[in-house]
């Protein structure tokens, strides 16, 4: 599937025909937390490359909408829709609308990560609360949503999206670091509690994205040192295109001139 056109017969331009053959997430339905920008929409769009439905979940409900628009324009199946991940009543929301509408759900990518640049002294306390409740908090209520529907239909994959804050530290993001380094236990912890029950569960080490918020904060940062979202969107979909006797419990990706930026 590609930008190409086809023409019809009275001459108007219409989007190419998808390939027809299936993709290796085909049939498969997929929810991404914080799907609407950065590396969720660049998740949204390569798993949907690979032939999966996605719904591109977000507190910014207008910006999920109409990248999902984007994508279907292009012949891929992807929904917008509202989500809070640190609201359970949300989360739960998502899950029965998803079960409801396609029967099942295949993936769950956390993905929905904030920070806030100041120190710990500085640190405002709801502050904190809000990013832990964000990055970490987030994927609990996600996968303890999703677990029951994935255990009655005997698979599943839950990919966390962690960072290199989980293997190292940088000043003035104290919350962040805590909520990583949470994320990659809870992870683990996680794959050992679904791997009995045929679901897999693999943490994402991502290093050195281009995202907006980091350009935002560090506008001098050296985007030479950074990678394109669309390359760990790749390495996602790889470890969801495992065979089904193999799972990755934990894999990093880098930029070849890795920094000790997040």
């Not at 904190?128 to 996968?143: D, E, K, Y």
């Not at 990919?159 to 190292?168: G, L, Q």
Request: charged share 20%; proline share 7%.
């Amino acid at each position: 599937m590609g930008d190409s056109l086809a023409r019809t017969q009275g001459g108007k331009d219409k989007p190419a025909a998808c390939d027809p053959t299936p993709g290796p997430l085909s049939g498969r339905v997929a929810l991404v937390t914080g799907g609407a920008q950065g590396l969720g929409a660049a998740l949204c769009r390569d798993l949907s490359e690979a032939g999966a439905t996605v719904i591109a979940g977000d507190v910014r409900e207008g910006k999920a909408q109409e990248l999902a628009q984007g994508l279907r324009a292009e012949g891929f199946s992807v929904e917008g829709r509202a989500l809070d991940v640190g609201d359970p009543a949300s989360v739960g929301a998502a899950f029965k609308d998803i079960i409801a509408h396609h029967g099942h759900c295949d993936i769950l990518v956390n993905n929905a990560g904030t920070d806030l640049t100041i120190s710990v002294e500085e640190m405002p306390i709801d502050e904190w609360q809000r990013i832990i409740g964000v990055n970490l908090t987030g994927p609990f209520l996600a996968a303890k949503a999703v677990l029951p529907h994935m255990r009655r239909q005997g698979r599943g994959h839950i990919v966390n999206i962690v960072s290199t804050a989980a293997k190292r530290a940088w000043p003035n993001a104290s919350a962040y670091h805590a909520s990583k380094w949470g994320l990659l236990g809870l992870s683990h912890a996680l794959h050992v509690e679904a791997r009995p029950l045929n679901i897999k569960v693999t943490a994402v080490i991502s290093g050195g994205l281009r995202p907006p918020f980091l350009l935002d904060r560090f506008p001098d940062i050296d985007q030479a040192t950074l990678q394109d979202p669309a390359n760990v969107a790749r390495t996602v979909r790889f470890v969801l295109s495992q065979p089904a006797e193999t799972v990755i419990p934990e894999i990093m990706v880098l930029p070849m001139r890795e920094t000790s930026w997040p």
